[in-house]
Nanobody, 128 residues
Framework: QVQLVESGGGLVQPGGSLRLSCAAS????????IGWFRQAPGKEREGVSC??????????YYADSVKGRFTISRDNAKNTVYLQMNSLKPEDTAVYYC???????????????????WGQGTQVTVSS
């Protein structure tokens, strides 16, 4: 049974940092594209980043809104993907979800309909 469990969310001040974790069970993360998404109240879910997406083995991709501030990585031994978030802004406040595609993605890498399996989400709140 495929399962994704996010953790690491919380309340942080603007300019602060958080690291989100996405632990997988039921399949090996490194076989598939893994993405991070977020959804703020009243807004559509949007793609933030993905890993093992694109042509190269450990290709990563970021939405323009987080480029240079967020870093996605994976630990295959722990079957876990991380999202390091630095220089957080109030507009980063959202529920963050990790998701797994059922194949490696070479296009449409941050579209929600490209992903098959989803975690339950973890809340990130950036506020002073």
């Amino acid at each position: 049974q495929v399962q994704l469990v996010e953790s690491g969310g919380g309340l942080v001040q603007p300019g602060g940092s958080l690291r989100l974790s996405c632990a997988a069970s039921g399949f090996a993360l490194d076989d598939y594209t893994i993405g991070w998404f977020r959804q703020a109240p009243g807004k559509e879910r949007e793609g933030v980043s993905c890993i093992s997406c694109g042509i190269r083995i450990r290709n990563t991709y970021y939405a323009d809104s987080v480029k240079g501030r967020f870093t996605i990585s994976r630990d295959n031994a722990k079957n876990t993907v991380y999202l390091q978030m630095n220089s957080l802004k109030p507009e980063d406040t959202a529920v963050y979800y990790c998701a797994a595609a059922n194949r490696r993605l070479f296009s449409t890498m941050l579209r929600t309909d490209s992903y098959t399996y989803w975690g339950q989400g973890t809340q990130v709140t950036v506020s002073s």
